[in-house]
Structure formats: C-alpha cells, structure tokens
C-alpha cells in the first residue's frame, strides 16, 4: 500500500495519508486504489476528526498552537496554586 494524497484533493483535512493504492507484493498488479473523496460520509468524517485531534493540518504553526493550548491547563493550575498560596499566608499573618 502506498499512502499519500491524490492531485485532486483539495479539502484541507483530507490531506495526509487518508489516501492510498494498493499493489500485490508478488506480480507488482494493482489491486486497489482507495480515496478518501470518495468514502462513505462516516468514514470522511472520522478521518477528518483525526486530522483535528493530532493537529496535522496547517502546517507547524498549527502544531505549536496545540502545544501551548494542551499546556495551558497546567499552566492555570500551577498560578491558581500559587495565588491561593499567597492569599492563605496573607491571611495567617493577619
């Protein structure tokens, strides 16, 4: 199988590997080409949503994006803790 994307994909989550053709390892004889363009509703979806889900689409700035979104909830956990922190020493000193 030889994954890739096709000329005529133009949608921006289809790019990728969602793609592919088929040959038989023995004669070299095509035996399949499968499209993504051309799949079920369900199974373009799917793929679609995995494209989201790794951020593999808009290029590296998209996947630097993720990062700093991923790490934005322990981000406010570690500043949350510390500021309540401070509030509880400036209370006890009171």
Same mark, same amino acid.
Request: aromatic content about 16%; overall charge neutral; proline content about 0%.
């Given at each position: 199988m030889v994954r890739g994307k096709f000329q005529d994909t133009s949608w921006f989550l289809f790019q990728g590997k969602a793609s592919g053709v088929s040959f038989d390892p023995q004669t070299g004889k095509l035996i *399949?080409?499968? +499209? !993504?363009?051309k799949k079920? @509703?369900? +199974?373009r979806l799917e793929w679609? !949503?995995?494209q989201l889900h790794i951020g #593999? @689409? *808009?290029g590296i700035f998209v996947k630097i994006l993720y990062v700093l979104i991923g790490l934005t909830p322990g981000f406010l956990s570690v500043t949350g803790a510390m500021l309540w922190l401070k509030?509880? #020493?400036k209370i006890r000193h009171k």
């Open positions: *399949g080409v499968s +499209d !993504i363009a079920s @509703f369900t +199974d679609q !949503i995995y #593999n @689409f *808009g509030r509880k #020493n």
